[in-house]
């Protein structure tokens, strides 16, 4: 189940408090991991802080093409967006203390968006 | 006593309410602001009763002998760092200015780069007879050529300036103006030019709790191979590209300097 797969992510690296599939076309979160401590609210704006900084098919804020990955640092905290290659409206979303490992998070988040924007 | 009211100012500014402590020390520098060895002497001359305090200058402890807002000696530094070996547990006079001039060598290499400056009192240890009063912060402010009142570099100008070397071009905006561009940032200035304002609008409204300095790096955002990110606080704003095999260690330096 695809919770399952977030929970394992989640659990691997522990820094992370939410990962959360979402689907960009409707600004929606689909899933997210078991231990989110945010609310349906926070989720709400963590999809629409997605689209709004990586931009969508319709609307780029930030560039002049939907970006395929974005990062957002303030204090204490991280936020990671990705964009799955093979359906660009399918994102994770991540939020993370700031001592997160980005790079092995990347390497390990981006295959698992692959394989659930494909159904695999 | 004529220094009454310095001394009132610099009590009640220890009162203040704003401080940030970190394992039991107060954190008096982050990031390079206020400059590292200017807050070590502002410490100094805020300190009246003889006391060692204890900087940490990153992971680097220096414990200092002060009294009567005058450091009198240092009397310990940790780790390997071999300039100190001409300094410690000796009280500092003007009758000895190699020694003088060795211990502000020293303060000026461990503090040069610091990104985190605390300090620590504690009770007093003994050092040299009662009658070597050291020199006064003011003193030592004019020997190591350090400007106590020194206006703080704004942090998205210190942060663009000491990560320069992992960007390819930057643009720094301050108050609404660019205030300094580096490499070829055409793009970027066109990106501040006619899309920055409006996103920043349309954040503050999908994030209204996420407020304070905050740091976009995009990745493929005109295209591929291409990255730019946008470092924000209050007014000051910082657009900049950079290697994209960079942005952890970018990612990294943004939070260590917001502490």
């Known amino acids: ?41 926070g989720l709400d704006n963590l999809c629409a802080e997605a689209a709004l900084t990586m931009g969508t098919k319709r609307q780029q804020f930030l560039g002049t093409e939907p970006s395929a990955s974005a990062v957002v640092a303030s204090r204490g905290q991280i936020r990671i967006f990705i964009r799955a290659k093979s359906e660009p409206n399918d994102v994770m979303c991540c939020v993370s203390s700031s001592n997160l490992d980005i790079n092995a998070f990347l390497a390990d988040a981006q295959p698992l968006l692959e394989k659930l924007s494909t159904g695999g | ?18 401080e940030v402590y970190v394992g039991g020390s107060r954190i008096i520098s982050q990031g390079g602001s206020p400059t590292p060895l200017a807050a070590v002497l502002n410490e100094v001359d805020a300190t009246v009763l003889e006391r060692t305090l204890v900087f940490s200058i990153d992971d680097v402890n220096v414990s200092m002998i002060v009294a009567g807002r005058r450091l009198r000696g240092l009397v310990e530094v940790s ?4 300039e100190a070996a001409n300094v410690i547990g000796k009280v500092l006079s ?5 020694t003088l001039q060795a211990a ?5 290499l461990l503090c040069a780069s610091a990104n985190r400056v605390t300090v620590r009192s504690l009770p007093v240890q003994p050092l040299g007879t009662s009658s070597e009063a050291g020199i006064s912060a003011g003193g030592l402010a004019k020997l190591w050529h350090i400007d106590l009142d020194a206006k703080p570099v704004a942090l998205i100008e210190r942060f663009l300036t000491a990560n320069s070397n992992d960007m390819t071009a930057y643009v720094y905006v301050s108050n609404g103006d660019v205030a300094k561009t580096v490499g070829d940032v055409g793009m970027l200035e066109a990106l501040w030019s006619t899309q920055v304002a409006e996103f920043r609008k349309r954040h503050r409204a999908v994030q209204p709790k996420q407020e304070g300095a905050r740091l976009f790096c995009l990745n493929e955002p005109l295209g591929e191979g291409t990255t730019v990110a946008v470092a924000i606080d209050g007014n000051d704003v910082g ?18 300097t917001l502490g």
């Open chain 1, 1 to 41: 189940m695809v919770v399952d797969d977030l929970d394992a992510l989640q659990e691997k690296f522990a820094a992370c408090d939410t990962i959360a599939f979402a689907d960009l076309s409707t600004q929606m979160i689909l899933v997210t991991n078991s231990a989110t401590s945010l609310p349906r609210e």
């Open chain 2, 1 to 18: 006593m004529s220094d009454t009211s310095i001394i009132a100012n610099k009590l009640a500014a220890l009162l203040a309410d704003n």
């Open chain 2, 79 to 82: 780790g390997n760092v071999p």
């Open chain 2, 94 to 98: 003007r009758d000895e200015p190699e």
């Open chain 2, 104 to 108: 502000g060598d020293l303060m000026l």
């Open chain 2, 239 to 256: 657009l900049f590209s950079y290697k994209p095999s960079q942005m952890p260690k970018i990612v990294a330096a943004w939070t260590a």
